[in-house]
């Protein structure tokens, strides 16, 4: 068992830990989030570098990445910002994965090229008001109509549907004997006449966040389709795993600028005549959180390579998610611990780690719902 990393994925976490540095500064990420203003310079300025193709094959002019240096990626990303790791990895998930694993000749050609020079953004609706943890409940219907289908129906949380060009929209086609039947994936263009899109307010994710999206007889053609129709469960399902890598690593990232701005303060910070960092009650907070990200890392790199070897399994994808996501809200809830009453005030950085993780067990499925997974690997 090999452990290190090899020189050239050394190399990649320093480009694009150099890049951000640049492009998206921890003042930046403030910026944004105090003004709700989505990280689009710092979007244009990864697509500028071609990290977007990272994981798209050479003939469709990305660089063919492993899923190792994916992880690499969205942790640097995730530790300058972590929503703009968020709206990386809807992309490279929805528009770069999903296409390449289940889109048509055409739709390969057409958005793979487009995706890895950054051209486009992309979105994910599946979560319904009342398909949210039991998603295959789903209710969006897609008739058949001449040319194509019509689309009626109401998808909440559809994070960044108003800044992205395509979302990939999960809707019903037919009522099988289970709710996972009858299930088929379309890639829509946000703009069509019938959307209606809300913002929603939310505790964090406030840069870009998320919507509620109306559907009132959508007209898509049938090359919209992605993947086969009434099948569309299964790619959910291989979608989900993907993003489960992307959202652990881009969270462990965000977790550790949490741990290390408290670690700078508890060294800097004096009380009672001494750093605060002196106290066994704060210096094991902090070797908590050292101990808890050095896990989540472990786990966010075995992933990857179990995925590369295609070894990963439902089970592994729950472990990951269920661990890193309570590790960032753990990190960040003892972070601004250690900051005390500034650690409450919203001109330092902890309170947005502090929102911005609450999601981090709630969204892409609950901690509870992680936990039934691995319960039921458990035979139980
Ligand atoms: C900011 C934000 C962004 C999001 N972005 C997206 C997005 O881009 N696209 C998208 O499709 N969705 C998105 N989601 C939706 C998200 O994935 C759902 O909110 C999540 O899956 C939970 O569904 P729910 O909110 O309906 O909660 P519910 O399913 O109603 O759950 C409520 C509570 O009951 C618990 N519970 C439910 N069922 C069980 C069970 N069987 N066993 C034990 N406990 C259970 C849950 O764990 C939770 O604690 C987003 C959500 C938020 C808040």
């Known amino acids: 068992m090999d452990y290190a990393f090899t020189q050239d994925q050394d190399d990649l976490r320093a480009h694009a830990r150099e890049l ?54 969205l942790e640097e990303t995730g530790r300058h910002f972590e929503e703009l790791a968020m709206w990386l990895f809807r992309t490279l998930t929805y528009g770069g994965y999903a296409v390449l694993q289940h889109g048509s000749t055409e739709q390969k050609n057409d958005l793979l090229p487009k995706v890895a020079r950054g051209e486009l953004s992309f979105c994910f609706g599946l979560t319904e008001p009342n398909a949210g943890s039991d998603a295959a409940a789903l209710t969006t219907r897609a008739k058949p109509v001449d040319g194509g289908y019509a689309i009626d129906g109401q998808k909440v949380f559809t994070s960044g549907m108003d800044i992205s060009d395509y979302c990939l929209l999960v809707t019903r086609t037919t009522t099988g004997e289970k709710k996972q039947h009858g299930i088929t994936n379309f890639l829509i263009d946000t703009k069509l006449p019938g959307i209606e899109v809300r913002k929603i307010a939310t505790l964090g994710q406030r840069a870009i966040g998320t919507t509620q999206v109306f559907y009132s007889d959508v007209r898509v053609p049938a090359s919209a389709v992605l993947g086969e129709v009434d099948r569309g469960w299964d790619a959910v399902d291989s979608y989900l795993w993907y993003e489960r890598l992307c959202l652990s690593a881009a969270r462990t990232g965000a977790a550790s600028a949490a741990f290390e701005y408290a670690l700078d303060y508890a060294k800097n910070r004096k009380q009672f005549g001494k750093p605060i960092g002196s106290f066994q009650a704060i210096s094991h907070k902090l070797a908590d959180m050292k101990v808890m990200l050095d896990v989540s890392r472990t786990l966010v790199y075995r992933f990857a390579w179990l995925m590369s070897e295609g070894k990963a399994t439902r089970s592994d994808a729950a472990i990951l998610k269920l661990y890193t996501g309570e590790t960032y809200k753990a990190v960040s809830d003892m972070g601004l611990q250690i900051l005390g009453g500034y650690g409450y005030c919203m001109e330092y950085p902890m309170q947005r780690f502090f929102r911005d993780s609450r999601l981090a067990v709630i969204g892409a499925g609950t901690s509870e719902i992680q936990r039934n997974i691995i319960a039921r690997g458990l035979g139980l």
Do not use: M, V
């Open 20 to 73: 951000l540095d640049h492009a998206c500064p921890p003042d930046y990420a403030e910026r944004c989030d105090n003004e709700a203003k989505p990280p689009r310079e710092a979007y244009d300025a990864l697509a500028k570098q071609g990290w977007f193709g990272l994981a798209i094959p050479a003939e469709y002019g990305g660089t063919g990445g492993s899923a190792i240096d994916l992880a690499i990626l």
